[in-house]
């Protein structure tokens, strides 16, 4: 074996071993966004990448050093093109060739742009050839201009939404304490209610003695004693807005028996 065949088998060895170092750093980071996304944090997936990106440092540098040199003097050429399956070329890349055709081969084997991609950029490459300092100064200095607004107005909005932020104290209240106090107190005991009650209604209905309260809507002991006419006692404060209108049975079903 001669001294540049050494030399590239060498440097196909450390190339293929730098290469299955950036799969698997691949691959483990891929799992762990798959798997562990509820629980991963922004340092263990910084700490990945940049495992990832040594692993790729490290190729450039072997690929560019000296011992790389032979690789620019080398073709790649196709031994077999068939369009059927090939088993052993599917085990090979870990099933993501299945087969090696004449369609894949420019795809795979390509190391220049697409003809049209390359097409393209030879006619912008020509254009730009051809114009004047003075237009290519005019078009840089408006491109700068719009970049410089566009910088401007994403700073701005930056600003507004910072100071909008730091001036909110928290979650805006939709609720008053006091309000719910007085609801529950109103409903579980019968506080600050005014009772508006029709004449003629006794304790079982319509017939009853007058002036009587019926025992569902009296207050408990220590509240204020409510009166057929709606006012309330001694011991009671003052009504609020919180009323209850109890209508007599004849109104409610007026056709009861």
Do not use: C
Request: aromatic share 4%; net charge neutral.
């Amino acid at each position: 074996m001669s001294r540049e065949e050494k030399q590239l088998e060498a440097l196909l060895d450390a190339v293929l071993s730098r290469l299955n170092d950036l799969k698997l750093s691949i691959g483990a980071m891929i799992q762990k966004i798959e798997t562990e996304f509820e629980t991963i944090n922004w340092p263990t997936f910084l700490d990945n990448f940049a495992l990832i990106s040594s692993h790729l440092t490290g190729l450039s540098k072997i690929i560019a050093t000296e011992m790389g040199a032979p690789l620019r003097n080398l073709t790649v050429l196709p031994l077999l093109l068939s369009p059927e399956r090939d088993e052993a070329l599917w085990q090979l890349t870990e099933g993501r060739i299945p087969v090696f055709s004449h369609d894949m081969v420019p795809d795979y084997l390509r190391t220049k742009p697409e003809p049209t991609a390359e097409q393209k950029m030879m006619a912008h490459e020509t254009k730009a050839n051809n114009l004047s300092p003075e237009t290519a100064a005019k078009q840089v200095a408006q491109y700068q201009k719009i970049v410089s607004h566009v910088f401007d107005m994403v700073s701005k909005a930056r600003e507004e939404w910072e100071s909008d932020s730091s001036a909110r104290s928290g979650v805006q209240q939709t609720s008053s304490m006091a309000d719910t106090h007085a609801l529950v107190a109103a409903v579980s005991m019968g506080k600050n209610l005014k009772v508006n009650i029709p004449p003629g209604v006794g304790p079982n209905g319509p017939g009853g003695p007058p002036g009587m309260v019926p025992h569902a809507i009296r207050p408990p002991a220590g509240m204020a004693a409510v009166s057929p006419s709606g006012g309330v006692g001694q011991m009671g404060k003052a009504p609020s807005a919180i009323k209850t209108n109890i209508k007599s049975a004849n109104q409610i079903h007026p056709y009861g028996r």
